[in-house]
């Protein structure tokens, strides 16, 4: 009788998140086609969301002027990066450093600190890989698929294939049948998408793709352990079937990140590369 009861609610759970990301993915999508200071002012809003959920998280809401400035620095350095170049990222940069030392007498500021270097490190990284050209929309777009195939992947083939689990003391529903099904698909959808956009070819999709759906995964996986941590299930209740916004993008901040350090080390070829030189949005970038 109970396991009755269980499955529409497991039913009614899916259909809620199905709904939710029906609902978000053409804005997301809509929002990185047009590209420039809408992109940027989508990404900041996402990233002060997610610090502010990180904060939370580790109960590290006091002082409040100090969770307000760092949020703030946070926008301010994210927009300054798309319309002024990339230095003022370093805003975000020096406060988060300076929040860690603070933090050896006060541990909420540390835990501040180490939320601006994770939630800025990938959405700059993000801002960047769109801003290249030719295929800046493309990076973005194959980091997108990667992660979102990734997910959808390892959910259904974790329920389908079950198995042993991946990391019970952190995320007791993964499976490694699930991790396995969200690399292999994954792999395949970004390895499709390079070839069909001229980007790159099957092959090298390939090896760009399971590096990205691996951290994407391990990017998850942190995000659990933290919350595992501070014994909290979600990071917030602002999307419907989905928890926080942190529980949304922590997979695409591991594979933002991961994009943005294949392509400093230039082994993106065109697929994931960095602008030669900046072109701020204000002075005709896109």
Partial sequence: MASDEVQPAAKSELLVR?????LLAPVALATVII????????????????????????????????????????VVGLLGLAVFGTTWIGVTGALAVLAVLAGLSR?????MGFGLAYVAVPCASFLLLRQAQPFGLVSVLFILIVVWTTDIAAYFGGRTFGGPK??????PKKT???????????????????????????????????PLSIAAQA???????????????????????????LDRVDGLFGASAAAWLIAMLNLGGT???????????ATGGT
């Fill in 271 to 281: 697929t994931l590369s960095l602008p030669g030189t900046f072109v701020p949005v």
């Fill in 166 to 171: 991946l990391w019970p003391a952190v995320s």
């Fill in 107 to 111: 541990p909420a500021l540390r835990w």
């Fill in 176 to 210: 490694w049948s699930g991790a396995f099904s969200g690399l292999m698909a994954s792999a395949i959808a970004g390895a499709t998408t390079v070839q069909v956009t001229g980007t790159s070819n099957f092959v090298d999709g390939l090896i760009l793709a399971i």
């Fill in 35 to 74: 590209g420039g200071i809408t992109l940027a002012l989508l990404v900041s809003l996402v990233a002060a969301i997610a610090f502010w959920e990180w904060t939370a998280i580790g109960g590290a809401e006091k002082p409040t002027w100090a969770r307000l400035v760092a949020g703030a620095s946070l």
């Fill in 18 to 22: 199905i709904l939710s990301a029906a």
């Fill in 219 to 245: 990017g998850d996986l942190f995000e659990s352990a933290m919350k595992r941590r501070f014994g909290i299930k979600d990071s917030g209740r602002i999307i419907p079937g989905h928890g926080g916004v």
